[in-house]
């Protein structure tokens, strides 16, 4: 398979000033040498807790956050050093769904001006090329061409998702950062939403990153799946092995914790201690041992790295790739 974007050793250092002259006096450590790749047409999820970096990795690999280290290689080329006005010609190429629909539309503008924003910008088309193709994506997304003239506060939040989506895709993009998509919808419409994201990505070829915090909507559509704590990638594996075989102490305490409908099923939650600590003063070592059950003495004094313990299946642990110390099964 083609890979169409790698990111290796990526760091985005977020300074934290004090001071009277308001000078750096800490680095808010967001995202901490993560290296990873996604393949031409697949969905990749990248899950973890509030504060686990996965929404600034997401931002960072479109440029709308600049990195502070590492290569982003989208398509072979090292796109990390461009320039704002270098990346606007690859914008067409990337692009990004927003989580919160609403605030990211316009409000003072119609349905159809939204759509045809991008095209506008970048110059792409006669007036008549761009309104036809937007009436185009408003009818792949589910949208009814009679809605053009209407505006944002008009549509229900799954319909203002389909506007975002179809802003996101009418330039006809390779690669989609989708950042938390359905998190601010009704349950009721979010498996709608999915189910659209997968439609269009067989239809228009896509590549998704689909950054989440709710491992069962990353499940529903990711191929491959990495888990984020505190800044770093602690696992990846394909979805299907890594909800039957967690091998991360943090990846099994985030599955457990997510409800089966059966009453019949026993299940063990395992329930993490205290908060996330504080990306600017992370534990050393693993950053994880201060929540983990198997902590031993090594775990405070080494870093452990992501290894690939079996095919594709890659664990950041100091104990995993002697093979699973931690008997765990969903059923
Ligand atoms: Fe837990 Fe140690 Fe493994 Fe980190 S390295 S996950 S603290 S056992």
């Not at 800044?231 to 909800?243: H, N, R, S």
Request: glycine content about 8%; some cysteine; proline content about 7%.
């Amino acid at each position: 398979m083609k890979k169409i974007l790698e990111v290796q050793n990526l760091v985005k250092y977020f300074p934290v000033l004090g001071g009277v002259f308001s000078r750096p006096v800490g680095y808010v450590k967001a995202v901490d040498d993560v290296s990873f790749h996604i393949f031409e047409g697949e969905t990749f999820g990248l899950v973890g807790e509030s504060g686990s970096g996965k929404t600034t990795t997401g931002k960072t690999l479109l440029k709308l956050i600049e990195p502070t280290k590492g290569k982003i290689i989208f398509e072979g080329k090292d796109i990390s050093k461009l320039s704002t006005s270098e990346m606007r010609s690859l914008r067409k190429s990337m692009q990004i769904i927003f989580q919160d629909p609403y605030g990211s539309l316009n409000p003072r503008l119609p349905v159809g001006e939204i759509i045809r924003e991008p095209l506008l910008v970048h110059k792409i088309g006669t007036k008549k090329e761009q309104e036809e193709r937007v009436v185009e994506i408003m009818k792949l997304v589910g949208l009814r061409p009679e809605y053009l003239h209407r505006y944002p506060h008009e549509f229900s939040g799954g319909q203002r998702q389909r506007i975002g989506i179809a802003r996101s895709i009418v330039m006809n993009p390779k690669f989609i950062v989708a950042d938390e998509p359905v998190s601010a919808l009704d349950a009721s419409v979010q498996a709608q939403v999915l189910n659209l994201l997968l439609e269009l990505q067989q239809k228009l070829a896509l590549t998704y990153l689909l950054v989440a915090h709710n491992l069962a909507v990353v499940r529903h559509i990711s191929d491959r799946i990495g888990v984020m704590y505190l800044g770093k990638l602690v696992e990846v594996a394909e979805t299907k092995e890594l909800f039957s075989k967690p091998l991360h102490p943090y990846t099994q305490a985030l599955l457990s914790a997510i409800p089966i409908p059966d009453p019949e099923v026993k299940k063990e939650r395992i329930l993490l201690q205290g908060d996330i600590p504080s990306p600017i003063n992370p534990p050393s070592g693993c950053r994880f041992r201060t929540r983990c059950r198997y902590a031993k003495d090594i775990c405070a004094e080494k870093e452990p790295s992501l290894v690939e313990v079996s095919d594709g299946h890659f664990v950041s642990c100091h104990f995993v790739k002697k093979g699973p110390v931690i008997e765990y099964t969903i059923k």
